[in-house]
Structure formats: C-alpha cells, structure tokens
C-alpha cells in the first residue's frame, strides 16, 4: 500500500484529487493539508510515502515545506503541484527535494503515474513540462551557437549520467554497474564537468532536455 499526503489550499482540487487516488487499490491517502505548516505536521504524525503538495500555499509555501520534509524524512518522496510549466519553477522544485513535477491543468491524467514512478525511486514530469525544457534547451543551444556537450560523454558517463538522474545513489549504482563507490564518484563528477552543470537537480533536467529521462 502506497501511503499518501495530499496538499493543496483549494478544497475542491484537493477533494477530486483524493477521490481519484482511493480508486487505485494500491494507494491509500492518509492525511490532507491546506497550509505548509498544516503539512508538516500531518507528514511527521503519518510518515507517508508520497507526499503530493501545490507550490503555493499559505502560512508556508509548497518549495519551502518540501525542503523541510526531504530534509528531516529523506524517505517520503515529494512530488510538486504548480500551475507553473517554466524551468525556473522546476529547478526550484528539484533543489528543495522533490522527485516528481506536475502541471496542474494534467494532474488528473498523470498523477496515477506520477505516484507509482517516483514511488519506484525515479523521477516524474509533466509531458507538458519535459516537452518545453526540450524545446527551450534546443533554443538555447541555437541562439547561443552553441554544440551539445553530451557527446562529449563516455558511454559510462551517458549510463551513469542515466541512473544518477533516475534517482540512484553512488552505492546503488556501483552495486549496478560493478564497481567501487569511487570510481562512481569520479565519472559522476566528470559528468558534471563536462556538460557544465552544478548540482544534481541541474542534471536530472538536462537529462529531462536530452529525452535520457522522461
């Protein structure tokens, strides 16, 4: 059973929400909130496994609230509800913890999905969301004149580049792949080094850009 959180200040959103959910056998939601403190409290009573949570809502926001659950429960997953589409928003996201970004005007087609992938330990995005980073990614590279450095990877880097943007730690991976945490961590750097990015949330959205993961 798939325990779930559901937040969101509008009461009929998060109603038609809840009522989707409890047709899947598998899920089971567990508690609601309609501030971010209100959320916080309910997920450290309940420890759910997935905690879905719009981007605005009062007394605390749905970013900074979700930095605080991944912070003080790295176990519950986050997946971000928001009206927003444009990568900005979704760096945000990333950065403050969460695995899964929807756009509200598709929740009701993909948050099925959504909860079942991200539950599984990958990451989740609006097909809406993954089209615009591609097609903004390839603008960009256009208007600047600029080559893809993605090439540039070993077919190591490309397969790490994969499970660490999936969602794998350096320990999962070098289970994976047959080596030691080390070497993982080398070519994870080198990854970074190569295709000029700084964070892990800045290459799960590369990765997004460059359809590796959708």
Known sequence: MIRIVLADD??????????????????????EASDGRNLLKIV?????????TDIS????????????????????????LSMHSDEAYVLRALKAGARGYLVK???????????RTVNSGKAFFSPSVSALLVEDYVQQMQDKSIEDSYDLL?????????????GKSNKDIANLLNLSVYTVETHRGNV????????IPELILYAVRKGVIS
């Open 154 to 166: 070993s077919p190591r880097e490309k397969e790490i580049l994969q499970l660490v943007a999936e």
């Open 10 to 31: 509008h009461t009929v959103l998060r109603t038609g929400l809840k009522a989707l959910l409890e047709r899947q056998r598998e899920f089971q939601v567990v508690g």
């Open 57 to 80: 809502m009062p007394n605390l926001n749905g970013t900074d609230a979700t930095q605080q659950i991944t912070s003080k429960f790295p176990s519950v997953r986050v997946i971000m």
């Open 105 to 115: 005007e598709s929740a009701e087609a993909d948050l099925i999905t959504s909860i």
């Open 192 to 199: 970074l080094q190569k295709l000029n990015l700084h964070s």
């Open 44 to 52: 450290e009573e309940q420890k759910p496994d997935i905690v879905v």
